[in-house]
Antibody, heavy 118, light 108 residues
Framework: EVQLVESGGGLVQPGGSLRLSCAASGFTFSSYEMNWVRQAPGKGLEWVSYISSSGSTIYYADSVKGRFTISRDNAKNSLYLQMNSLRAEDTAVYYC???????????WGKGTTVTVSS | DIQMTQSPSSLSASVGDRVTITCRASQSISSYLNWYQQKPGKAPKLLIYAASSLQSGVPSRFSGSGSGTDFTLTISSLQPEDFATYYCQQSYTHPRGTFGQGTKLEIK
């Protein structure tokens, strides 16, 4: 079964850090581009970051550039998001999503919740 | 940046109704338009990609159309499990795929 499972969310104070992980199974992880997407409470979906299959190409949304770092370990079938200098507005459910054929985000994890609050 | 605008923002309908949701892009995106369904507490689920292609496993009562700037998602006969929030997303500027604000489909 094709599956993505996020972990690492939690409660953190403003200015703090968290590292999210996304474990992939059921497909050849190293062949796929990946994204992180977030959804603030009661709000819509916001793309956060992208990484190519090899990890050589990376993009960030302006809202997280300079604070978040995306990475992957193809040997461990894992995707990561290092989040530093967290702000209240980073509070959201964070999803990892696979980029399938025709650049479509076809597989999503269940999400992990990040709450930034003092 | 390309802005995606959905209408309506919310919609009440009954089981068996035919429902149409509209998505408009701020500039032409050809057919790089996808539709997702999201139920409360769940991840988004891909329904339609490339404006009109049905994702594998999605019931045929879902269909999509449009190109350029104007797109529609149609549900031909609403089923109880279809009550959810629907999002359009442009992938023209892949990987920076922006979403519409969502359309919440509720039971009348």
């Amino acid at each position: 079964e094709v599956q993505l499972v996020e972990s690492g969310g939690g409660l953190v104070q403003p200015g703090g850090s968290l590292r999210l992980s996304c474990a992939a199974s059921g497909f050849t992880f190293s062949s796929y581009e990946m994204n992180w997407v977030r959804q603030a409470p009661g709000k819509g979906l916001e793309w956060v970051s992208y990484i190519s299959s090899s990890g050589s190409t990376i993009y960030y949304a302006d809202s997280v550039k300079g604070r978040f770092t995306i990475s992957r370990d193809n040997a461990k079938n894992s995707l990561y998001l290092q989040m530093n200098s967290l702000r209240a507005e980073d509070t959201a459910v964070y999803y990892c999503a696979r980029v399938g054929t025709q650049q479509v985000w076809d597989v999503w994890g269940k999400g992990t919740t990040v709450t930034v609050s003092s | 940046d390309i802005q995606m605008t959905q209408s309506p923002s919310s919609l009440s309908a009954s089981v068996g109704d035919r429902v149409t949701i509209t998505c408009r892009a701020s500039q032409s995106i050809s057919s790089y338009l996808n539709w997702y369904q999201q139920k409360p507490g769940k991840a988004p689920k891909l329904l339609i990609y490339a404006a009109s292609s049905l994702q594998s496993g999605v019931p045929s009562r879902f269909s999509g159309s449009g190109s350029g700037t104007d797109f529609t998602l149609t549900i031909s006969s609403l089923q109880p499990e279809d009550f959810a929030t629907y999002y359009c997303q442009q992938s023209y500027t892949h990987p920076r795929g922006t979403f519409g604000q969502g359309t919440k489909l509720e039971i009348k």
